[in-house]
């Protein structure tokens, strides 16, 4: 098969993204979504057909890559051909998306862990079981500086979630044990 990349405005793509969002486990995270929304965005054509799709940041870290299920079975070369064609440094891929993360874990990279994301599976937990050495409730704002200093820029508009009550925080004694966002 023959497929070749093309430059493209996002909205261009609008369609086959929303093709790609129904495919996920998982919603994604805000800090890869501010990455996409300021990516390059690139058609995978073949012959006059989009097969799919890809991004790029800042021309060094690929945000974005989908194929239709038609085309899986072209997926690894033309990965290759995206990551030598643009220069590709660094992969941000988030573990909801199958295709993306099987593509990137096929080659030796070096991977750099940043957050792990799951769903609430709904399962009630007996609430005497919950909290029983600390404490889990609402992030108030003297949270903030300790929320920003364990997750860096990963968060943002860390105040801001903070006044909208979409942060929360498990604390025993002290220490900040773990961090909570409702989207």
């Not at 023959?2 to 486990?25: N, P, R």
């Not at 805000?30 to 058609?43: D, G, K, P």
């Amino acid at each position: 098969m023959s497929f070749y990349f093309q430059e493209c405005k996002q909205g261009d793509v609008e369609k086959v993204i929303q093709k790609y969002v129904s495919t996920l486990s998982s919603p994604i995270d805000s800090f890869l979504e501010e990455h996409i929304l300021n990516s390059t965005f690139y058609t995978i054509n073949y012959n006059s057909e989009v097969a799919g799709y890809f991004a790029v940041h800042s021309n060094r870290y690929l945000t974005q890559f989908y194929l239709g299920s038609s085309y899986y079975n072209e997926s690894q070369e033309i990965f290759k051909n995206v990551l030598r064609d643009h220069s590709v440094q660094s992969i941000m891929v988030p573990t909801c998306d199958e295709l993306f993360l099987s593509l990137a874990l096929d080659d030796d990279y070096k991977i750099e862990k940043q957050a792990y994301f799951f769903q609430d599976n709904k399962v009630e937990i007996p609430t005497e079981k919950l909290y029983k050495d600390g404490e889990f409730k609402a992030a108030v704002p003297n949270d903030a500086s300790k929320i920003t200093e364990v997750c860096q820029d990963f968060i943002d508009k860390v105040e801001q979630r903070i006044e909208n009550r979409e942060i929360f925080t498990f604390i025993k004694g002290n220490i900040l044990l773990g961090i909570g966002i409702e989207l």
